[in-house]
C-alpha cells in the first residue's frame, strides 16, 4: 500500500488572526442556534433546562456586539466576548464561559496574529480561568472534564510536533470524549450537584457546550487553511 503524507506543510504556515476569531465565533453561534433545546434538554435532567437557552443568547449578543466593530484584535474580540457573557448570560454559564473568554483575550494580548502555541496559552488561561471562579476539578461533571481534557490533547500534539490542524482535531475529540465521561459520575459543583447520586447516568450540559465549541474551533482553523492554500497566507506570522 502507498502512503501518501498529506499534510508536509510547516506548522509556521498557521498564522491565526481576527478573521479565525470570529470564523470561531460565527461558528459557535449556528451550533448553539441548532444545539440549544438538545443542551436545554439535558439541562432539564440535572439542572434547570436553561443551558441552551443561556449559550444561545450568549453567542447571539456577542455576534451582534462584533459586528459593529471593524478593527479589532483577536483578543479584543475574545475580550468583547467575555464581557458580553458575563454581562448577558446569567446563570453559572455565564460568568465561567464569560471568564473563559476573557481570559483566553487577555492570554493574546494586542498581537494582531497568532500561532499554535499563543492559542494553547489561550487555552491554558481559559481552564485556569474557570477553575479560579468555580472551583471545579476533573471528575466533579462539569465543564472542566471537557476541557482539561481537550487542552491536554491540544499541548501533546504540538509538542509531537503535530500541526494546529491536528491539535485542533485532537482537542475536540477529547472534549468530546470527556463529555461523554460525564455520564457516570455524580455531580459534585453546580445545580446538579442538588441531585446528589440522582445526576449519574446523564451527560453534564457544560461539557456538551465545551466538545460543541472545541468542534467549532476545528471548523474555524480547517475555513482558515481551505483559505491559505486557495489564496496565500493573509498576513506575516507575529505571535508565536
Ligand atoms: P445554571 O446551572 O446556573 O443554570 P447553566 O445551566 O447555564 O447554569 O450551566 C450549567 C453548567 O455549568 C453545568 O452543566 C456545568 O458544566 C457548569 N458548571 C456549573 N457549576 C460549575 C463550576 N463550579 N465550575 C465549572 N463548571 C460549572
Ligand atoms: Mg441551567
Known sequence: MVHVVSDTQPTIDAALDGTTVRRWIRESADVFSSQRDYLTQLDAAIGDADHG???????????????GVEEATPGQLLRIAGRTFVSTVGGAAGPLYGTAFLQAGEALG??????????????????????????????????????????????????????????????????????????????????????????????????????????????????????????GARRPVSGS
Request: no cysteine; glycine share 12%; aromatic share 4%.
Open 53 to 67: 437557552v443561556n449559550m444561545h443568547r450568549g453567542f447571539t449578543a456577542v455576534m451582534a456586539r462584533i459586528t
Open 110 to 231: 494586542d498581537h494582531e496574529t497568532f500561532g499554535p502555541r499563543l492559542l494553547g496559552d489561550a487555552l491554558r488561561a481559559s481552564l485556569e480561568g474557570v477553575q479560579r471562579v468555580g472551583a471545579a476539578s476533573v471528575g466533579d461533571k462539569t465543564m472542566v472534564d471537557a476541557l482539561t481534557p481537550a487542552l491536554s490533547a491540544y499541548e501533546l500534539e504540538l509538542r509531537m510536533g503535530g500541526s494546529l490542524e491536528t491539535a485542533a482535531s485532537g482537542a475536540r475529540e477529547a472534549a468530546a470524549e470527556g463529555m461523554r465521561g460525564t455520564i457516570p459520575l455524580q455531580a459534585r459543583k453546580g445545580r446538579a450537584s442538588y441531585l446528589g447520586p440522582r445526576s449519574v447516568g446523564h451527560q453534564d450540559p457544560g461539557a456538551t457546550s465545551t466538545a460543541l465549541m472545541f468542534a467549532a474551533l476545528e471548523q474555524a482553523v480547517l475555513a482558515d487553511r481551505s483559505q491559505r492554500f486557495a489564496g
